[in-house]
């Protein structure tokens, strides 16, 4: 089986089991909401400071939630010993990462679009036509990225103790330049302060460094990884 | 664990007198150590009495003669972390050694750059006005230092020595591969967005020749003294995976034994 | 003679600090080495 069709069966598999057992609609989800509404307790409900940080507070509350579905992701397997089967029945390891990654890329897409989406009724956020193209670039530039560094620390924790403390201290670090690349390009898609359109293409540039960089070295390091 | 009664094989018997254990010193640490003791106290005499104040910064500028050399050393042991991490990833015979050295560099350098921090915001308060500025250099730095705290708690999350070694190899390498990105993230961002700062004077400093031999003489001293750490730091860890092997085959013959006696 | 020189708190409190970092590595490993030589006898020891 070639790498890619590993990847997308693991990834489909991934999505049923999520779509089944209802986490995220009433976990992750419940979990970013709140997140955005302390976000606004903390900075006193004051729309003109919300309006302006958004995208920052936007990307932040994607990111916890990223920690809660990387755990999610590889408890699935590693509390059935899954990950250490599909070793040992010979499963290519960068289908593996592949397909995790996958699976994490289109959770965290809906999730985005829907923090968007209480970004603009809570924090009074308006969507630009002219910022659209580069907000869907900027998106699915750093989801990629995100959910790279997400599968690899996930794979690496997985199955050991202490792995709950471990990967938050593993991941924000590593996607500190996602966090300030894909603010900056929101910012720019969105017209948030003095933010002009163009400078937010620069952005994409390094978030496409970034997920190709920890994609590739994700792939190739999964194996090494995760075997015992 | 009393030493009064040491194990047989710990004291080789010949003829009878007891020669102390070997610890992890050896002729070539100890020349190492001295010369490190004799730069150290030579750097804190020019640095603090010898050396004049200087003309723009005045007498914070004494800060700089640590504050240079610990960043130096900071960056050289994550560098040393990286090759030895490769070394060990990519040959075939897998030596533990190289693992070692990693994880012995990886622990004095979160030491160093704990310490460039808080000198180095020491000296911004001096010099800047503020402890902080969040430009490239110091954003890099302290993400570093988070980073390689990461590194470290990676090496204690257990297994096998080598599933030790080959994760917390994967980590080195990638940790390194972020400073290039976190540096190019800041700087973009940094140039675009440029706040006022409170102080603008980037604390240039005319190097006259007293001050440039004593960043010299520090430079120095503080790699000898990165050197007989990690000397001493990578035979100790070589004897604490010893003595856990010894304990896994303790452990393993007894359970052996439990089994043939039933 | 010290007491002339300007902040004399925080540049010689950075280098107290400093060195007692540096005083507490080399103390750690040069005990440790000690501590973990006693256990192990000296034919494994590879830099002996």
Redesign the interface.
């Given at each position: 089986m070639s790498t890619w069709r590993v990847g997308w069966l693991i990834a489909r598999k991934d999505l049923r089991i999520e779509w089944r057992s209802r986490v995220i609609t009433n976990q992750v989800l419940p979990f970013a909401f709140v997140t955005m509404v302390i976000f606004g307790i903390a900075l006193d409900a004051n729309t003109d400071v919300l309006e302006l940080v958004a995208p920052g507070l936007v990307w932040l509350a994607t990111m916890f939630s990223l920690l809660l579905l990387v755990q999610r992701a590889f408890s699935v397997e590693a509390d059935d010993g899954a990950l250490d089967a599909m070793r040992v029945a010979g499963v290519d390891a960068r289908g593996i990462f592949l397909g995790k990654a996958i699976g994490l890329v289109v959770q965290l897409l809906v999730l985005e679009v829907l923090l968007l989406c209480a970004a603009m009724v809570l924090y009074g956020e308006t969507i630009r036509l002219d910022g659209v193209v580069l907000l869907v670039t900027t998106m699915v530039s750093a989801t990629c990225g995100l959910a790279a560094v997400g599968t690899?620390y996930g794979g690496?924790?997985a199955g050991?103790?202490?792995r709950e403390t471990?990967l938050p201290?593993?991941t924000?670090?590593?996607v500190?330049?996602v966090l300030?690349?894909a603010t900056?390009a929101v910012e720019s898609a969105l017209g948030t302060g003095v933010a002009e359109l163009s400078?937010g293409w620069?952005?994409v540039s390094?978030l496409t460094?970034?997920a190709v960089?920890?994609g590739v070295?994700g792939a190739l390091?999964f194996g090494?990884?995760i075997?015992? | 664990m009393t030493t009064l009664d040491p194990k047989p094989t710990d004291t080789p018997s010949d003829g009878g007198t007891v020669t102390p254990s070997r610890s992890t010193g050896t002729n070539a640490t100890r020349v190492i150590g001295i010369a490190a003791a004799v730069a150290m106290a030579w750097l804190v005499l020019f640095a603090l009495v010898i050396s004049p104040a200087d003309v723009n910064q005045g007498e914070s500028v004494r800060l700089l003669y640590i504050h240079v050399p610990t960043i130096w050393v900071a960056y050289l042991s994550f560098v040393v972390t990286a090759v030895a991490s490769g070394i060990y990833l990519f040959t075939k015979k897998h030596s533990l050694g190289w693992d070692r050295l990693a994880g012995a560099s990886a622990e004095f350098g979160v030491a160093f750059v704990g310490l460039t921090l808080i000198v180095g915001s020491l000296w911004g308060r001096l010099t800047w006005g503020v402890f902080w500025q969040w430009d490239a250099r110091l954003t890099t730095t302290a993400l570093l230092f988070v980073a390689y705290i990461g590194y470290l708690a990676v090496r204690r999350l257990g297994g096998s020595h080598q599933q030790r070694a080959k994760r917390s190899a994967v980590v080195g390498l990638l940790s390194v591969l972020l400073i290039p990105l976190v540096h190019w993230s800041v700087v973009i961002w940094r140039s675009l967005h440029q706040t006022a700062s409170i102080a603008n004077t980037e604390g240039d400093i005319k190097m006259d020749g007293t001050m440039l031999f004593t960043l010299f003489v520090g430079v120095v001293a503080f790699s000898l003294l990165y050197v007989w750490l990690v000397m001493h730091r990578t035979r100790a860890m070589a004897m604490e995976d010893m003595l856990e092997d010894r304990g896994l085959d303790v452990a393993l013959a007894e359970r052996r034994a439990e089994g043939a006696g039933r | 003679m010290i007491a002339i020189m300007e902040d004399a708190g925080f540049i010689l409190g950075s280098y107290v600090v400093t060195f007692a970092v540096i005083g507490g590595f080399v103390w750690r490993a040069i005990s440790s080495g000690r501590k973990l030589g006693k256990q192990i006898p000296d034919d494994d020891k590879y830099w002996t």
């Amino acid at each position: 089986m070639s790498t890619w069709r590993v990847g997308w069966l693991i990834a489909r598999k991934d999505l049923r089991i999520e779509w089944r057992s209802r986490v995220i609609t009433n976990q992750v989800l419940p979990f970013a909401f709140v997140t955005m509404v302390i976000f606004g307790i903390a900075l006193d409900a004051n729309t003109d400071v919300l309006e302006l940080v958004a995208p920052g507070l936007v990307w932040l509350a994607t990111m916890f939630s990223l920690l809660l579905l990387v755990q999610r992701a590889f408890s699935v397997e590693a509390d059935d010993g899954a990950l250490d089967a599909m070793r040992v029945a010979g499963v290519d390891a960068r289908g593996i990462f592949l397909g995790k990654a996958i699976g994490l890329v289109v959770q965290l897409l809906v999730l985005e679009v829907l923090l968007l989406c209480a970004a603009m009724v809570l924090y009074g956020e308006t969507i630009r036509l002219d910022g659209v193209v580069l907000l869907v670039t900027t998106m699915v530039s750093a989801t990629c990225g995100l959910a790279a560094v997400g599968t690899l620390y996930g794979g690496l924790a997985a199955g050991s103790k202490g792995r709950e403390t471990l990967l938050p201290l593993l991941t924000l670090p590593a996607v500190a330049p996602v966090l300030i690349g894909a603010t900056r390009a929101v910012e720019s898609a969105l017209g948030t302060g003095v933010a002009e359109l163009s400078e937010g293409w620069q952005w994409v540039s390094l978030l496409t460094v970034f997920a190709v960089v920890f994609g590739v070295g994700g792939a190739l390091a999964f194996g090494p990884l995760i075997d015992e | 664990m009393t030493t009064l009664d040491p194990k047989p094989t710990d004291t080789p018997s010949d003829g009878g007198t007891v020669t102390p254990s070997r610890s992890t010193g050896t002729n070539a640490t100890r020349v190492i150590g001295i010369a490190a003791a004799v730069a150290m106290a030579w750097l804190v005499l020019f640095a603090l009495v010898i050396s004049p104040a200087d003309v723009n910064q005045g007498e914070s500028v004494r800060l700089l003669y640590i504050h240079v050399p610990t960043i130096w050393v900071a960056y050289l042991s994550f560098v040393v972390t990286a090759v030895a991490s490769g070394i060990y990833l990519f040959t075939k015979k897998h030596s533990l050694g190289w693992d070692r050295l990693a994880g012995a560099s990886a622990e004095f350098g979160v030491a160093f750059v704990g310490l460039t921090l808080i000198v180095g915001s020491l000296w911004g308060r001096l010099t800047w006005g503020v402890f902080w500025q969040w430009d490239a250099r110091l954003t890099t730095t302290a993400l570093l230092f988070v980073a390689y705290i990461g590194y470290l708690a990676v090496r204690r999350l257990g297994g096998s020595h080598q599933q030790r070694a080959k994760r917390s190899a994967v980590v080195g390498l990638l940790s390194v591969l972020l400073i290039p990105l976190v540096h190019w993230s800041v700087v973009i961002w940094r140039s675009l967005h440029q706040t006022a700062s409170i102080a603008n004077t980037e604390g240039d400093i005319k190097m006259d020749g007293t001050m440039l031999f004593t960043l010299f003489v520090g430079v120095v001293a503080f790699s000898l003294l990165y050197v007989w750490l990690v000397m001493h730091r990578t035979r100790a860890m070589a004897m604490e995976d010893m003595l856990e092997d010894r304990g896994l085959d303790v452990a393993l013959a007894e359970r052996r034994a439990e089994g043939a006696g039933r | 003679m010290i007491a002339i020189m300007e902040d004399a708190g925080f540049i010689l409190g950075s280098y107290v600090v400093t060195f007692a970092v540096i005083g507490g590595f080399v103390w750690r490993a040069i005990s440790s080495g000690r501590k973990l030589g006693k256990q192990i006898p000296d034919d494994d020891k590879y830099w002996t």
